[in-house]
Nanobody, 123 residues
Framework: QVQLVESGGGLVQAGGSLRLSCAAS????????MGWFRQAPGKEREFVAV????????YYADSVKGRFTISRDNAKNTVYLQMSSLKPEDTAVYYC????????????????WGQGTQVTVSS
């Protein structure tokens, strides 16, 4: 069992930066690949980034590549999403999730989710 709590969202101007955090409880956190997803109003939840259990591998959606960086600290049971050069189209609720099976970009393969944190980017 893993419980996830996101934080760090807020309102930022276009071009600005935010760092999201996802704090996990549970002794098995370090064994999970961890992902970030986002969902804008009226749209489906979409993959943003994923990091392997060791932190050695990362993958990003094309829309955020070069602007966002995912990282983790297993000693702190926390995964991060550093977001830079933010655009209005990045506005969404951002969720972290623990990957269970299947393709890393498919939200159906994640079995634990946080409650989400709102990110709003103004133009």
């Amino acid at each position: 069992q893993v419980q996830l709590v996101e934080s760090g969202g807020g309102l930022v101007q276009a071009g600005g930066s935010l760092r999201l955090s996802c704090a996990a409880s549970g002794r098995t956190f370090s064994s999970y690949n961890m992902g970030w997803f986002r969902q804008a109003p009226g749209k489906e939840r979409e993959f943003v980034a994923v990091i392997s259990w060791s932190g050695g591998s990362t993958y990003y959606a094309d829309s955020v590549k070069g602007r966002f960086t995912i990282s983790r600290d297993n000693a702190k049971n926390t995964v991060y999403l550093q977001m830079s050069s933010l655009k209005p189209e990045d506005t969404a609720v951002y969720y972290c999730a623990a990957h269970n099976t299947g393709r890393y970009y498919n939200p159906n393969g994640y079995n634990y989710w946080g409650q989400g944190t709102q990110v709003t980017v103004s133009s």
